[in-house]
């Protein structure tokens, strides 16, 4: 996990410089702009929105890549679509993020004509969608405007498994298409899973977490992401500004995590600074995305549950009790499949936003 959020970040509209920069990154986004090089503008406005190569400075960043879609970069529309959706370095919109996400299909971004067709809520359009030529701008404008935002971010209705914990589920919460998307976005990034550890507080690798995952930061988020975020805000009444970064887990035959518990604890000296910088972890929303496996149910021991979701349906469970302290009762383990894969998407929700977003 990152302490940077992916889908938030602290205005910054000047173009000025900050220490993390060296003069040769400053003078390529200089070289960049002066010669609209949309390329170039768009690979160092995505370094500066990630902090790749520690050179974090979202402002400039969103700067560079709207230059580089006003000048007609596809792969920059598609990313602005992220910014406007999520929020970062301008005010939300989610009118402004399809329209970018129309000018990329228009450019020829696979990717963003691939989102607007899954997104597309008019069933016959979307069966109709397949060949549609990239600069066809009323064929795109149709699908962007069958895009019912409306549908994602209204309340699920939820079902009560406990009480004592608060465990809840919602059926049919994304639709099969949308659980296959997420799966084929994190596939080719997985790595094995870590845990904080108890001293020094970071991540680390510990043998009870054997499985794989991925996050995503701001440049690694689509639209998708972004209303599959929106809606578990919906279901949660919590906004995505207290939202870690979203993960996609992978559990192959035999991987698992023991026995755990989500919250922070705050009687581990070391995991202090982390409670007072961003707070206390409420909430763990999970998302099946697939359930052609066997095995792999999420237990929790003390209370004797396990349970194991259809394809996309979600699984939600406060870490704190009413009193907003640790409930202990929501240890539980990812047990192991024992035949296919496991995939499911993971969404920790904070006490607070960070400072600086």
Not at 77 to 90: D, E, F
Not at 222 to 247: F, N, Q
């Amino acid at each position: 996990e990152s302490n940077r959020s992916p889908v938030t970040a602290g205005p910054n509209d000047s173009l000025h410089e900050t220490p993390c920069m060296t003069t040769s990154l400053l003078q390529r986004i200089e070289l960049a702009t002066r010669c609209r090089d949309v390329p170039a503008m768009t690979r160092l406005g995505s370094q500066l929105l990630s902090g790749e190569k520690d050179s974090f400075d979202p402002g400039r960043g969103a700067e560079l890549l709207t230059l580089a879609a006003r000048d007609g970069g596809a792969e920059a529309a598609a990313l602005m679509a992220v910014l406007c959706g999520a929020g970062v370095c301008r005010t939300q919109s989610w009118d402004d993020a399809l329209d970018y996400l129309q000018q990329a299909s228009e450019r020829g971004w696979a990717s963003a004509q691939a989102q607007l067709k899954l997104l597309c809520a008019d069933d016959d359009l979307q069966e109709r969608s397949d060949g549609i030529p990239d600069r066809d701008v009323h064929a795109w404008r149709r699908l962007r405007e069958a895009v019912s935002i409306a549908d994602w971010i209204d309340a699920p209705a939820r079902d009560v498994i406990l009480e004592t914990p608060r465990i809840r589920k919602i059926d049919g919460f994304v639709s099969k298409a949308v659980c296959r998307w997420l799966i084929e976005s994190a596939r080719e990034r997985l790595e094995r899973a870590r845990t904080y550890s108890p001293v020094g507080g970071g991540p680390a690798i510990n043998p009870s977490r054997t499985n794989t995952e991925t996050d995503f930061n701001i440049v690694q988020s689509d639209l998708v992401l972004l209303l599959v975020r929106a809606r578990i805000a919906a279901a949660t009444g919590l906004p995505p500004s207290v939202m870690e970064l979203t993960k996609v887990l992978h559990y192959s035959v035999g991987e698992r995590f023991d026995l755990h518990f989500d919250f922070i604890d705050p009687a581990v000296p070391d995991f202090a600074n982390e409670l007072a910088v961003r707070g206390q972890r409420l909430a763990t929303f999970l998302v099946y995305l697939n359930d052609d496996y066997e095995g792999g149910e999420t237990e929790f021991p003390l209370v004797a549950l396990r349970h194991r979701g259809l394809v996309g349906s979600a699984l939600y469970f406060a870490n704190v009790d009413s009193s907003g302290e640790p409930d202990r009762l929501t240890k539980h383990a990812g047990l192991a499949p024992t035949s296919g894969e496991k995939w499911l998407l993971s969404q920790w929700i904070r006490s607070r936003t960070p400072a600086g977003r």
